[in-house]
């Protein structure tokens, strides 16, 4: 069982900056893929950016390509998403996930939220124009 807690979230101006965390409970974190997820208002729930188990390799989503770092320590059982350049249609609640099921790490098991098993109860993120 793995429990998620994220925070850092706020309310930014366009072109700002925000730091997430996620905080994960359990000694197992370094076996769990990690993802971000967000939703905005009358959206579904979309993929962000998800990182390896080592931290290796990372995975992000068009949108926030270049903007955007997925990180983690595994030290602290803790998974970062840095956003830069911050712009209003990024507004929205985000959650950090772990997949202990994605044996791969290719587009289509990372960005697939059915395979993720522990979910946060996410952070809002209001970006201003």
């Known amino acids: 069982q793995v429990q998620l807690v994220e925070s850092g979230g706020g309310l930014v101006q366009a072109g700002g900056s925000l730091r997430l965390s996620c905080a994960a409970s359990?000694?197992?974190?370094?076996?769990?893929?990690m993802g971000w997820f967000r939703q905005a208002p009358g959206k579904e729930r979309e993929f962000v950016a998800a990182?390896?188990?080592?931290?290796?390799?990372?995975f992000y989503a068009d949108s926030v390509k270049g903007r955007f770092t997925i990180s983690r320590d595994n030290a602290k059982n803790t998974v970062y998403l840095q956003m830069n350049s911050l712009k209003p249609e990024d507004t929205a609640v985000y959650y950090c996930?772990?997949?202990?099921?994605?044996?791969?790490?290719?587009?289509?098991?990372?960005?697939?939220?059915?395979?993720?098993?522990?979910w946060g109860q996410g952070t809002q993120v209001t970006v201003s124009s």
């Open positions: 990182i390896s188990w080592s931290g290796g390799s990372a």
């Open positions: 359990g000694r197992t974190f370094s076996s769990y893929v």
């Open positions: 996930a772990a997949s202990g099921r994605i044996e791969i790490m290719v587009v289509v098991t990372t960005t697939d939220l059915s395979l993720y098993d522990y």
